[in-house]
């Protein structure tokens, strides 16, 4: 195995007979890509924040950069994983959380696997009570 460099590369396939007569594909390219997305940046909640007891939580955050153009977001709460679809900078979450201190972050990866992740944040859920 060759470990290539990030960028632009080009290949062919040569196939020769035994009378040395060889025959070329015509050449094709892809890329290739090492650079993780840089690292999301929280919104909301923010830093211990106190979330008052709702059926729909609101988790939103500053979209990662990438050369590639396209992150997808995995949100992470107490080490409970959220998948983000269409790649949004924001998670709805219909469920409700314990009456205690959480830790959340945000994971950015790329189409080629490389992700980088938010540093986490810590919010409270208290009881709504009228």
């Not at 830093?47 to 050369?67: K, T």
């Not at 972050?105 to 189409?111: E, K």
């Amino acid at each position: 195995m060759v470990d290539l460099a990030e960028g632009a590369h080009t290949w062919r396939v040569t196939a020769c007979d035994a009378s040395a007569q060889c025959t070329s594909s015509v050449w094709a390219s892809f890329s290739v890509d090492l650079q993780a997305p840089t690292a999301p940046f929280l919104l909301a909640p923010s830093l211990e924040e106190v979330v008052w007891e709702n059926p729909l939580y609101i988790f939103e955050w500053v979209p990662a950069y990438d050369a590639q153009h396209y992150v997808q977001y995995t949100v992470v709460i107490d080490d409970q994983e959220y998948a983000v679809s269409n790649s949004d900078s924001v998670l709805y979450l219909e469920e409700f959380l314990d009456y205690v201190e959480h830790t959340w972050f945000v994971r950015a990866c790329d189409l080629a696997g490389n992700c980088t992740d938010s540093p986490s944040q810590v919010f409270t859920i208290q009881p709504y009570i009228k």
